[in-house]
């Protein structure tokens, strides 16, 4: 309908001057016939769903697992996507892959990792986008239909430059909308085609027990740790013995003097005495 308005001045324009189309009974039946293209009838379109969905993986070794997940990938025309490693002593520890693959082949990616490894918190997901496909399909139709018809008019137009430009500009609208609606519709084929997996997987540790020492082994860590401890001690009694010699000094002086004190005090007295 914002066609049909946007070209009523032309219409205007064939029936006056006739400086739009050479044939003036041309043009106005083109413009009517914009207004016209939201009467296709829509056809029936099987049900369109999206499914994702994720799940957590517990293995013993994460090569031979990537192999033989990507080996069963390629079977069905799959492929890892996006992959996120970290690595624990040189090996992987865990990993966040993205997986895709064809849509009819979800469910049977999950029931393999069932079967080959131990899975848990494992959530799957559909979303019906049936309404939005139908619409964007007629989006795109409906824009094909006007821009067939635009250049039409556009091929007949003589005349009025002002007339010619504004055709050329709905008609480059009308393109722009019909290349964003084809790219909207590529992005939900994909997303319908391909159904996206996320596994997240948890390398298990392996436990290491400890290996017993011989008995020359532990008579000599012992050794070891007594020498050590000696050594320790001895300096701790050495530093200890440096700290206290000037309080040993200055405390074993006092008896001295008090005894020097002692024998003036008799002194004295025996002074007075005589």
């Not at 006007?146 to 250049?151: K, N, V």
């Not at 290491?208 to 000696?230: C, I, W, Y």
């Not at 001895?234 to 440096?242: D, M, Q």
């Amino acid at each position: 309908m914002r066609t049909v308005l946007l070209l009523l001045p032309l219409v205007s324009a064939c029936a006056g001057a006739a400086t739009l189309s050479s044939s003036p009974s041309r043009a106005p039946a083109l413009i009517e016939g914009l207004g016209d293209l939201d009467a296709e009838p829509a056809t029936a379109v099987s049900p369109k769903r999206i499914r994702t969905g994720s799940v957590t993986v517990h293995v013993d070794d994460f090569s031979p697992f990537e192999r033989d997940l990507e080996q069963w990938l390629s079977g069905v025309g799959g492929h890892v996507s996006d992959a996120n490693l970290s690595h624990h002593e040189g090996k992987v520890s865990w990993a966040t892959l993205t997986l895709r693959v064809p849509a009819e082949s979800l469910d049977p990616l999950v029931g393999w990792a069932e079967e080959t490894v131990q899975i848990s918190d494992l959530s799957l997901h559909s979303a019906d986008v049936t309404a939005e496909w139908v619409d964007i399909e007629a989006r795109i139709a409906n824009g094909r239909r006007t821009e067939a018809r635009l250049q039409e008019l556009l091929a007949a137009a003589t005349g009025d430059l002002s007339d010619v430009l504004a055709v050329e500009a709905e008609l480059m609208r009308v393109r722009g909308e019909i290349e964003s609606a084809e790219g909207r519709m590529r992005v939900l084929a994909d997303q319908v085609g391909f159904s996206t997996l996320t596994m997240r997987v948890q390398v298990r540790q392996v436990y290491v027990p400890l290996v017993s020492q011989s008995f020359g082994a532990e008579a000599l860590d012992v050794l070891e740790s007594s020498t050590g401890a000696m050594v320790t001690t001895g300096r701790i009694a050495a530093l200890s013995a440096v700290a206290a010699a000037p309080w040993a000094a200055v405390l074993g002086g006092l008896p001295f003097f008090g005894l020097l004190a002692l024998r003036r005090r008799r002194a004295r007295g025996q002074t007075r005495e005589d």
